[in-house]
């Protein structure tokens, strides 16, 4: 089996920030991703794309590329197209790559495993032409193609970018139908100075929607009882706003109303999670250096939290530099001089974080909804379903997988996870901390009997 003195898992500005900072200073770093290109989510195929789309994608993309440089050292070895499926103690971390099943150990982990885009369970939400935004910016990033005729619903700074996007590439978005009001706007005022003290980020947004106001894209706010109208597929978009009903035509809709941590690999590894009620998620418990109450392991990036990509970078750093510590390679003077500016840095990056999470909350009706809407998509489970498992008894997401396989689809209960704990504590009058969250296990991504059968102690050869 390979020995490693690190293993970064994730190759998103987390993760390749730290196994970066790790080479540098002289730990052996394996940095496994699934995706064949390093870039993570947000700078998604970056050294690619940059030059054929980064006047579309905006300067903010293309600082990835700087990070996808770092990968370079000697003292990284990058395996792009890793599946993880299991961590074991000591660290013993098993991947399959083209259909091989692999493995690593190392003595410290640093889960850089990114965020995931909220699911806004909506009526009408899992009709063929509805997608999330975040899907819609990933084809952009590959593959140069965006939907013509589409709305974009929800909430949050993202739907802006996207917008933004859509504007440059020449196919406008037909509306933004935004859920966030006025009284959002009025109790984010209390979390005024942190947002002035990151001031270029509202800068940018501010620019952003200049952008948009100047290309004529509609703008509804305060947006309720938003659905998506079509027989076999999405046709238009419902909603209520400004004291009356509104439809939209259109031919797809982009959904999205925030993004969550990563927990599932944490979770496997028993790391322990709390609620986050100003983000409306569960997130790993951790210090500012990253370490979780796991010894060696640590967490990064958004999987930690919901900081942003610089944020995120910053962090990357600061967990690679206390695991270098702690395995000799430097004295805790050399890392707390090192570590400081990367401190302030993130300090500032984050300041802006409560005032956004308090300006675009969730939509409400996706958090709570209505009894027919399908809230777990693998398995076709209702709202309403969920409700009916608390009547006859169900406390937990634990117990939904028994009365009706909530969670027990291929997703693994990724994406409908957070919506069954919030039904199940509301309806139980239980907080989301005592109700809990799917108990994960391995495998945490699908893996077949074949790729068991070849498994190997190296690494898959490029």
Known sequence: MQKADLIVIGAGPAGMAAASEAAGAGLRTVLLDEQPRP????????DRAAGLRGSILGADYLHGAALT???????IEHVPGAVVWMIEEGFQVSYTREGRAARVAADRVILATG?????MPVPGWTLPGVMTAGAAQILLKQSGVLPRQAVLAGSGPLLYLIAAQMVRAGTPPLALVETQTRADMIRAGRHLGGALRGWRYLAKGLKLMAEIRRAGVPRHTGATAIAVEGEDRAEAVAFESGGRGHRIACGTVLLHHGVVPN????????????WSQAQQCFAPVADAWGRTGREGVFTAGDGAGIGGARAAEYSGRIAALKAAEELGRMTVQERDRLAAPLLRQKARETAVRPFLDAAYPPYAEALAPDDATIICRCEEVTAGDIRSFARLGCQGPNQAKAFGRAGMGPCQGRYCGLTVTGLLASANGRSKDETGYYRIRPP???????????????????
């Open 263 to 274: 927990q599932q690999a944490a979770r496997s590894m028993q790391v322990p999670h709390l």
């Open 115 to 119: 965020a995931l885009e909220r699911p």
């Open 39 to 46: 870039g993570g989510q947000i700078y998604r195929d970056v």
């Open 444 to 462: 945490i991504k699908p893996v077949t009997l074949g790729e068991l059968a070849g498994a190997q102690d190296t690494p898959a050869e490029d």
């Open 69 to 75: 440089a770092g990968l370079r050292s000697p003292g």
